[in-house]
Every structure is written in structure tokens, then in C-alpha cells.
């Protein structure tokens, strides 16, 4: 029988390679890597096109008939583009519904959130499911929480500092009891593969979850694991929600990049510690299939499982390439 046709996108990157050895370790796929034109020489995608994944070469920006001729026969797409280029999916939704793809994976696999001016990477994404029901193209839209790798604070000792990709900050927002989803990286492939084989997710929303915690839990978490006595810096919900206004505001006046990143990471506090949308109880309210109730003989990496590795020196820093800290520091991402 002929193996399940998959076209990956984003292979070069954090979540699209964790998304490709997930699939590779199931077995089930044939895997095509879609591949923009200016890194098909990277040593990314030389280490890929070495494995003997086959290229589909594009920028997403050429015609939409050739786009299609390119992805004729395959089965299940699945993007992990960067987040800024999520409307460069568009033209592929198009091209999708023409050629007759089984299922769509936008880019998504981010923490749970309604759309509508909370966080404005919901939105865009948003714009890209819009067009794919537009299209009456078949899809799932995976979201994943966050990452447990992002999810931690420093210790005194500085012993967890080499696997923080941005500076730490020991914070904790209002009370720290608002609860949310968590969930390894190296976990996303796995998940994906299950859910792109189960007809039960066709044309909805699921949320792979490994754990739902609370700062004040994952701090507990990392005080017993390390022996160390945390620091704990408390900022209150208004002073979350007067933070994100006054970061808006300076935005608006001066349009400069970098007071966006305090929006950005503002709107993030607003949403994950004070609305607390990204808890197990909102992602059903949201009409979310739940990971653990599909899935309950796959056992996720916990939370406490990837702790215990990180504080004996064994996590992957993230964006080893420096690309994303350059970014961050030129104040773009
Ligand atoms: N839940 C969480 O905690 C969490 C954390 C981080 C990210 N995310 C989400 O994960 C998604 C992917 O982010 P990431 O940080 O993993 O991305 P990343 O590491 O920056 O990788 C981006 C990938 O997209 C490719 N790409 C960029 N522009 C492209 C284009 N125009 N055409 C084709 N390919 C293009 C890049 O390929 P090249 O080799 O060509 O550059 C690379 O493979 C985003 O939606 C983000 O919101 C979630």
C-alpha cells in the first residue's frame, strides 16, 4: 500500500524539525520537504536533501497553477513557517484546495487563544484557518501551549542559564495560580503523526497537551528538582494590563520595533497569566479536541521529565544558529 504523502514546510527550523523526526519515527509518511529557493544550499537543507528527503522548491510566491502542478498527489500538508511569514501560506491554501490535498496543517502550534486583538500573531494565523474555510479545504489546526524549553526560570546558581534562549526573568504574574498548557517540543512530531493518521481530527481544532501548570507550581517544580531557594518577583494583573496599554501606546507614538517586542511580550503576560487562555478549561471552551482524551496510551514528555534533564546540562539550547537572538536584539522578532 502506497505510504501517506506529506509535504512539510519549515524542516530547517525549530518546530518543523522536531515535526519531521516525529514523523520519521513513525514510519508511516513519505516526506517531501517544501524549500525556499534562497536556503536551498544552507547546510540545513544540504543535511536534509543528504537524508534523501526530495525538494519541492518554492518561495510561495509564484503562480498558483504551478504551485499546484508542484504538489499534485500529496496527501497531508503541514506548515511550521516562521510565524512572521504565515501569510505566505495563503497562496499554498489555494493551490491545496486545487489540487485536491486531504488535509491541511496550517502553521499553528502555539499556545490557545481567540482571536480578536489579544495577541496579534492569533490573528494572523487566523487570517490564514479563514482562508482555508474559504476554501472548504480540509484541515486540522494543532495547537501545542508552550513549550516546556521556554517555560522556565533561571536558579540562583546560574545552572539552567545555557539552555534560556532570552534573558531570565524570575516574574511571576498576578497570582500565579492561572494554569497552562505545556508541552516538550520534541513531543510536536509525535503528536502530529497521530493526529494526521485519525479521521477523528478532520475539520477541527486540537490541543496536544503534556501538562497544565501554574507558575507557582513550575516554580515549586524547579526549587525541588535544583535544591535551590528561587527568586520570586511579583507583578500585579492591573500592572500586567497597564503595561500592555503603556507599551501600545508608545508603539503607536514612536512606530519604533522595538517597543513592539513590549508588546508583543506584553500581550503574551496578558493573555497567558491574567485571562489565562491557555488553560486545558478555555482550549474546550473553545471547542478544542484534547490530546489526552485521543490519545491516552501516548505518554508526553512531563514537564518535570525535561527539568530533570535541563538542570543535569542535557536540554538543546533553541536557535543554535544565533539567527533568532540576533533578531531579538536588533528588536525585529
Ligand atoms: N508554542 C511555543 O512555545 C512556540 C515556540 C516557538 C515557536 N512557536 C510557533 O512555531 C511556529 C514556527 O516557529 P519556529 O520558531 O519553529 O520557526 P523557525 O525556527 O524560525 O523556522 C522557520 C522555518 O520557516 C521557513 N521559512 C521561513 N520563511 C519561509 C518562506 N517564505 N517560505 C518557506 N519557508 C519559509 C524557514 O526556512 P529557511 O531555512 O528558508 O529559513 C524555517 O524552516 C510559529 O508559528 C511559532 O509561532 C511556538
Redesign the pocket.
Same mark, same amino acid.
Given at each position: 500500500m502506497a505510504k501517506h504523502r506529506v509535504l512539510l514546510?519549515? &524542516?530547517? %527550523? $525549530?518546530? %518543523?524539525g522536531d515535526i519531521l523526526s516525529g514523523l520519521v519515527e513513525d514510519g508511516s509518511f513519505d516526506i517531501s520537504l517544501?524549500?525556499?529557493p534562497?536556503?536551498t544550499n544552507?547546510p #540545513? &537543507?544540504k543535511a536534509l536533501e543528504a537524508h534523501g528527503f526530495p525538494f519541492v522548491v518554492? @518561495?510561495?510566491t509564484e503562480p498558483v497553477d504551478q504551485l499546484v502542478t508542484k504538489i499534485k498527489g500529496i496527501d497531508t500538508i503541514i506548515s &511550521?513557517?516562521?510565524?512572521q $511569514? &504565515?501569510l505566505?501560506e495563503i497562496i499554498l491554501v489555494e493551490a491545496a484546495a486545487k489540487a485536491g490535498t486531504k488535509r491541511f496543517l496550517p502553521? @499553528? /502550534?502555539?499556545?490557545v487563544c481567540p482571536p480578536g486583538g489579544i495577541m496579534a500573531?492569533r490573528d494572523t #494565523?487566523e487570517i490564514v484557518h479563514n482562508a482555508i474555510l474559504v476554501a472548504k479545504l480540509p484541515y486540522t489546526f494543532v495547537d501545542? %501551549? /508552550?513549550?516546556h524549553q /521556554?517555560s522556565f526560570p533561571p536558579v540562583p546558581s546560574g545552572k539552567l542559564d545555557y539552555a534560556i534562549l532570552f534573558p531570565g526573568t524570575n516574574v511571576i504574574y498576578g497570582d500565579g495560580n492561572a494554569e497552562g498548557i505545556l508541552t516538550d517540543?520534541r513531543d510536536l512530531g509525535r503528536f502530529v503523526a497521530r493526529i494526521i493518521k485519525d479521521e477523528r481530527t478532520i475539520n477541527k481544532k486540537v490541543v496536544a497537551i503534556a501538562d497544565a501548570l501554574t507558575q507557582n507550581q513550575i516554580w515549586e517544580i524547579v526549587e525541588r528538582l535544583s535544591g535551590e531557594k528561587m527568586n520570586r518577583t511579583y507583578v500585579s494583573a492591573d500592572e500586567v494590563v497597564s503595561q500592555l496599554a503603556r507599551a501600545k501606546e508608545a508603539a503607536v507614538a514612536s512606530g519604533n520595533e522595538k517597543v513592539n517586542l513590549e508588546v508583543i511580550a506584553g500581550s503574551y503576560n496578558w493573555s497567558r497569566y491574567v485571562r489565562a487562555d491557555n488553560s486545558p478549561e478555555n482550549a474546550k471552551y473553545l471547542g478544542y479536541l484534547d490530546s489526552r482524551e485521543l490519545y491516552p496510551d501516548f505518554r508526553p514528555i512531563g514537564f518535570e521529565e525535561f527539568m530533570r534533564e535541563a538542570l543535569q546540562g542535557k536540554a538543546k539550547k533553541l536557535?543554535a544558529d544565533g539567527k533568532?537572538e540576533k533578531l531579538y536584539n536588533d528588536g525585529k522578532r
Amino acid at each position: 500500500m502506497a505510504k501517506h504523502r506529506v509535504l512539510l514546510i519549515g &524542516a530547517t %527550523g $525549530e518546530t %518543523g524539525g522536531d515535526i519531521l523526526s516525529g514523523l520519521v519515527e513513525d514510519g508511516s509518511f513519505d516526506i517531501s520537504l517544501l524549500i525556499r529557493p534562497s536556503s536551498t544550499n544552507t547546510p #540545513k &537543507a544540504k543535511a536534509l536533501e543528504a537524508h534523501g528527503f526530495p525538494f519541492v522548491v518554492s @518561495d510561495l510566491t509564484e503562480p498558483v497553477d504551478q504551485l499546484v502542478t508542484k504538489i499534485k498527489g500529496i496527501d497531508t500538508i503541514i506548515s &511550521a513557517i516562521r510565524s512572521q $511569514e &504565515a501569510l505566505s501560506e495563503i497562496i499554498l491554501v489555494e493551490a491545496a484546495a486545487k489540487a485536491g490535498t486531504k488535509r491541511f496543517l496550517p502553521c @499553528d /502550534f502555539g499556545p490557545v487563544c481567540p482571536p480578536g486583538g489579544i495577541m496579534a500573531v492569533r490573528d494572523t #494565523k487566523e487570517i490564514v484557518h479563514n482562508a482555508i474555510l474559504v476554501a472548504k479545504l480540509p484541515y486540522t489546526f494543532v495547537d501545542i %501551549g /508552550f513549550w516546556h524549553q /521556554f517555560s522556565f526560570p533561571p536558579v540562583p546558581s546560574g545552572k539552567l542559564d545555557y539552555a534560556i534562549l532570552f534573558p531570565g526573568t524570575n516574574v511571576i504574574y498576578g497570582d500565579g495560580n492561572a494554569e497552562g498548557i505545556l508541552t516538550d517540543k520534541r513531543d510536536l512530531g509525535r503528536f502530529v503523526a497521530r493526529i494526521i493518521k485519525d479521521e477523528r481530527t478532520i475539520n477541527k481544532k486540537v490541543v496536544a497537551i503534556a501538562d497544565a501548570l501554574t507558575q507557582n507550581q513550575i516554580w515549586e517544580i524547579v526549587e525541588r528538582l535544583s535544591g535551590e531557594k528561587m527568586n520570586r518577583t511579583y507583578v500585579s494583573a492591573d500592572e500586567v494590563v497597564s503595561q500592555l496599554a503603556r507599551a501600545k501606546e508608545a508603539a503607536v507614538a514612536s512606530g519604533n520595533e522595538k517597543v513592539n517586542l513590549e508588546v508583543i511580550a506584553g500581550s503574551y503576560n496578558w493573555s497567558r497569566y491574567v485571562r489565562a487562555d491557555n488553560s486545558p478549561e478555555n482550549a474546550k471552551y473553545l471547542g478544542y479536541l484534547d490530546s489526552r482524551e485521543l490519545y491516552p496510551d501516548f505518554r508526553p514528555i512531563g514537564f518535570e521529565e525535561f527539568m530533570r534533564e535541563a538542570l543535569q546540562g542535557k536540554a538543546k539550547k533553541l536557535y543554535a544558529d544565533g539567527k533568532v537572538e540576533k533578531l531579538y536584539n536588533d528588536g525585529k522578532r
